[in-house]
C-alpha cells in the first residue's frame, strides 16, 4: 500500500543534541511537507520541498534543517539551536500540477521529547 | 495573506446530536478547501474537500458546501457518533500556489 512512513514514533533527546526525523513516501509525489504541532493549535509549516534538490523555508525553520536528496526522502533535522523542540511532527506529501491541488497525505507523526 | 478560521473548541455532543463546526477563509483568489480529521496520536486524515463555489464534499455522514458568497466551508454531520470523537482541521490551498493553509482544529468529543 502507498503511503508515507514517518521514523521514529517517539524519541526522546537531551538538550544540545541534533536529531533526525525521517520521512520516506512511496506516493511518487514532487511535493513534500515538515509541519509541527504543538498541544491546543494548529500546524505549523516548518520547511517544503516541490523538486527534488529544492526546499523552501516555511513560518518557522529557525533551528530545524531539510535535505531532498531523493524524491522519496524528505528527513527532517532538528538542531541544538531549535529552543524549545518538543513538539509532535507530521511529515505529508501530495500531488503536484492538475487544476486543482491535490491533497496533502499525512504521515502517521513523531512526537520529539527534549529531557 | 490566505487564511482559515475556524470555531475554537472544544465541542462535547451527545451520540446522535446534529453537528456544525464552523470553518470560514479569506482567500484573494479561488482556493480549494479542506476539512482533515485527526484521531489522538495519528496524522491527519483527509475527510472531505471541494475545489470550486458549490461544490458540496461529502464522506461517512460528514458535509460541506463551499460557500463563495459567504466565505465559508462549513463542516456537518446530522447524527455523530463516539467513534467521531477527534480534532478536525479546515484547510485551504490555492489553486496555483504551493502551501496550505490550516485552522487551529475543533476538538470534538460524543459521549454515549
Known amino acids: 500500500d502507498g503511503g508515507i512512513t514517518q521514523s521514529p514514533k517517539y524519541l526522546f533527546r537531551k538538550e544540545g543534541q541534533n536529531v533526525t526525523l525521517s520521512c520516506e513516501q512511496n506516493?511518487?509525489?514532487?511535493?513534500m511537507y515538515w509541519y509541527r504541532q504543538d498541544p491546543g493549535q494548529g500546524l505549523r509549516l516548518i520547511y517544503y520541498?516541490?523538486?527534488?534538490?529544492?526546499?523552501q523555508k516555511g513560518d518557522i525553520a529557525e533551528g530545524y534543517s531539510v535535505s531532498r536528496e531523493k524524491k522519496e526522502s524528505f528527513p527532517l533535522t532538528v538542531t541544538s539551536a531549535q529552543k524549545n523542540p518538543t513538539a509532535f511532527y507530521l511529515c505529508?506529501?501530495?500531488?503536484?500540477?492538475?487544476?486543482?491541488?491535490?491533497?496533502?497525505?499525512f504521515g502517521e507523526g513523531s512526537r520529539l521529547t527534549v529531557l | 495573506g490566505d487564511s482559515v478560521t475556524q470555531m475554537e473548541g472544544p465541542v462535547t455532543l451527545s451520540e446522535e446530536a446534529f453537528l456544525t463546526i464552523n470553518c470560514t477563509y479569506t482567500?484573494?483568489?479561488?482556493?480549494?478547501l479542506f476539512w482533515y480529521v485527526q484521531y489522538p496520536g495519528e496524522g491527519l486524515q483527509l475527510l472531505l474537500k471541494?475545489?470550486?463555489?458549490?461544490d458540496k464534499g461529502s464522506n461517512k455522514g460528514f458535509e460541506a458546501t463551499y460557500r463563495k458568497e459567504t466565505t465559508s466551508f462549513h463542516l456537518e454531520k446530522g447524527s455523530v457518533q463516539v467513534s467521531d470523537s477527534a480534532v478536525y482541521f479546515c484547510?485551504?490551498?490555492?489553486?496555483?500556489?504551493?502551501?496550505?493553509?490550516f485552522g487551529t482544529g475543533t476538538s470534538l468529543t460524543v459521549i454515549p
Open positions: 506516493l511518487n509525489h514532487d511535493a
Open positions: 471541494a475545489t470550486k463555489a458549490d
Open positions: 505529508a506529501s501530495r500531488q503536484r500540477g492538475g487544476r486543482a491541488p491535490g491533497e496533502l497525505f
Open positions: 482567500a484573494t483568489g479561488y482556493p480549494s
Open positions: 484547510a485551504l490551498s490555492m489553486n496555483t500556489g504551493n502551501q496550505f493553509y
Open positions: 520541498s516541490q523538486i527534488v534538490n529544492d526546499f
